[in-house]
């Protein structure tokens, strides 16, 4: 069947999501992958392919700021770790990317994977070969020796026969600086280092700084240099500030915010990535896949506080992007944490711009994240009120990637 490169979509209502409103019975007119006009007089070219979603909320396809889309907790802990590579999360990528789309996710930044497997999935997405999301990609997880970026707790004579480069542990400013060009060598559309210690990893601290700040400044420079933004993973207050002051684009988790915190993120511009939905899947299932009691415990650290920090976030007009660690939780739940934003602090117009508009900014890309001439024509479509009911989101029920429709 011949496909039309032409494509008019009748919305009932568009969220415009740069001036914070909602447009009725509007038209967009698309060309092969990109938005040609958005209004409610546009003339319909009768070659063009009429899609009607005059019943219907649109609004531009989602971003998620911070997936592992090529992994996702199997039932095995020691397996995922010891037995599976990167083959298996090149493959297994494939049937994530394609759910992650269809629940509505157009665009992921994709912030730490084994192997490069997440630059193949990307090339491949991109050439039309796999359908799954417009995929940014961190490549390797930069971390210090024994950091959460690192596989630790195990017994030191068990041989990865790979240099450290390849698995993304760098010391010293040398070493980092070594470590950005290799990742960006081959394939990395960003940078993200571990600026503190982690939940779903077996050293001991989740907030304990990682770096120190010469090295932190280190990675943010030489990212720069090469035209990239870094960003941190970051969940305790010493180095959240660290990181920020250091010049990342974004701050990952953010679990432990202060006052002073927030203040040098407002100052520097700097995002916050809070993946708030994530911790009730890690308490009522981590137990069930395999994960070690240590791991849930240092869970129970840092759910609820940082929901607490990102309300004081929101509060204080920290500029916030979407971002969930889909990966530690099943791949096309992505939009489940849309309902904790709104709980804790956003209306329903400023978790959607967080996904959309805020997370194109974050990536910095202009061409995603909005439904206007120019744009590339990605956009969803949803049956009832979403900024009624933000939970709509999870059931998003069209999903155009490029100008081609992905669900319907
Ligand atoms: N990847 C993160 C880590 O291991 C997940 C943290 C999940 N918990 C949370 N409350 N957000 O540190």
């Known amino acids: 069947a011949q496909t039309k490169t032409l494509k008019a979509i009748r919305a009932g209502k568009l969220i415009d999501v740069e001036h914070a409103t909602v447009l009725e019975n509007v038209i967009i007119l698309i060309d092969h992958d990109t938005i040609k006009a958005v209004g409610k007089n546009i003339p319909i070219p009768d070659s063009a392919q009429i899609i009607d979603l005059g019943g219907s909320t649109v609004l531009p396809g989602l971003i998620d700021c911070h997936t592992h889309i090529t992994a996702q907790p199997s039932g095995d802990y020691y397996a995922d770790i010891f037995r599976a590579t990167q083959v298996d999360d090149a493959i297994m990528g494939t049937v994530f990317a394609r759910k992650t789309l269809e629940a509505g996710f157009t665009t992921c930044r994709d912030v730490g994977a084994r192997g490069f497997a997440d630059v193949a999935l990307r090339n491949a997405i991109n050439r039309g070969a796999v359908p799954g999301p417009r995929l940014f990609v961190a490549t390797l997880f ?133 993946d708030i939905y994530n911790d009730d899947y890690i308490r009522t299932e981590y137990a069930r896949l395999g994960y070690p009691d240590k791991i849930i415990e240092k869970e129970k650290l840092v759910g609820q506080v940082q929901r607490e920090s990102f309300q004081q976030a929101v509060k204080a007009g920290v500029k916030i992007a979407f971002g969930t660690d889909a990966g530690v939780y099943p791949h096309g739940w992505n939009a489940k944490q849309f309902y904790y934003m709104v709980k804790f602090g956003c209306t329903p117009m400023q978790a959607i711009q967080a996904a959309t508009i805020n997370a194109a900014d974050l990536i910095g890309n202009a061409k995603i994240g909005n439904i206007k001439a120019g744009c590339y024509a990605d956009i969803i479509a949803v049956k009832a009120d979403v900024l009624k009911d933000i939970t709509t989101l999870e059931n998003v029920a069209f999903v155009m990637k490029g100008g081609e429709v992905f669900k319907q």
Request: glycine share 12%; net charge negative.
């Open 142 to 274: 930069i971390g210090a020796t024994g950091s959460h970026g690192d596989i630790s707790g195990f017994s030191p004579y068990l041989q990865w026969d790979l240099p450290r480069q390849m698995l993304g542990v760098a010391d010293g400013i040398d070493e980092l600086r070594k470590q950005v060009r290799y990742n960006i060598k081959y394939g990395a559309d960003i940078i993200k280092f571990g600026a503190s210690a982690g939940v779903l990893s077996e050293e001991e601290s989740v907030g304990a700084p990682q770096y120190t700040q010469e090295e932190m400044n280190a990675i943010v420079a030489e990212t720069k240099a090469w035209g990239k933004k870094a960003c941190a993973h970051a969940h305790g207050t010493e180095a959240i500030k660290m990181a920020v002051k250091a010049g990342v684009a974004s701050i990952e988790h953010g679990s432990m915010l202060d006052d002073e915190a927030i203040a040098l993120m407002k100052q520097y511009g700097t995002y916050l990535v809070a």
